[in-house]
């Protein structure tokens, strides 16, 4: 398959090296084997990762040819055999804890999964938390007030000496001539005296708040949002008296 490596060492190069190893006298190929041994546990951070790779798998494979060698060597018999399945097992048990250690010492410097790598662009971009959503404000519609004018809810209102009188039998006092209603007409605003503030009136709930030193920006939603500066960012009502969303 085109997109699957091919392993270091294949079949032919590593059955040669087994092949060698068993003809070797034993007293070469242990010691060639523990130098390759001494050579990845000393060198594995300054070696190429294909080299410590070949030398694991030179490990492997030459483990057996020293065997047989050794069994050769031993003169072939009951006991030589016995020798060399005994170092088969302390070999390789030995072996298996070098990889293990080799393992984890590798692990704290491997990268991590291509998937990973290729989506954490998609990840850095992607919104966190809920979905925002765009406010467009209603700009309050000023008008400045003289006697007789139109309640968008109850008909027409007067303004009079300083002080609002409507059609329900209301009154608001103490506020300047500059005022505006909600879309709806729920919300009554008028400014305070000198332009030092709001006086808001919500008429569903029969509530006036006076707010020094704000200035309203807009309507959303029959709702009025509000500012201190022209460039600060907009504050609705509840969070500018700290209360929760109405229902």
């Given amino acids: 398959m085109a997109g699957q490596r091919r392993p270091g060492w294949n079949v032919v190069p590593a059955a040669a090296w087994l092949l060698s190893m068993a003809l070797l006298p034993c007293w070469l190929g242990l010691p060639l084997l523990l130098g390759l041994a001494a050579t990845v546990v000393l060198l594995q951070q300054r070696l190429a990762t294909a080299h410590v790779t070949s030398i694991r798998r030179g490990l492997r494979w030459g483990l057996p040819g020293v065997l047989f060698a050794l069994q050769r060597a031993l003169g072939g018999g009951a006991f030589a055999w016995g020798a060399a399945l005994l170092g088969a097992l302390a070999g390789y048990t030995l072996l298996a804890g070098l990889e293990a250690w080799l393992d984890r010492g590798s692990s704290r410097t491997r990268p991590a999964p291509t998937e990973v790598h290729d989506s954490w662009p998609e990840l850095a971009i992607a919104p966190i938390g809920p979905a925002g959503r765009i406010i467009e404000l209603q700009p309050p519609i000023w008008q400045q007030v003289a006697g007789h004018f139109i309640d968008p809810r109850l008909g027409s209102a007067d303004y009079h000496d300083g002080r609002y ?57 029959e709702q009025p949002w509000l500012n201190r500066r022209e460039d600060d960012i907009p504050l609705t009502l509840q969070s500018v008296l700290g209360e929760d969303d109405p229902d």
């Fill in 165 to 221: 009188r409507f059609a329900d039998g209301n009154e608001i006092g103490k506020v300047g001539p500059h005022a505006t209603f909600s879309p709806t007409g729920r919300w009554f605003v008028a400014r305070l005296g000198r332009d030092r503030g709001l006086l808001l009136w919500d008429r569903e709930r029969d509530q006036r708040i006076v707010l020094r030193g704000w200035q309203l920006c807009g309507w959303h939603s």
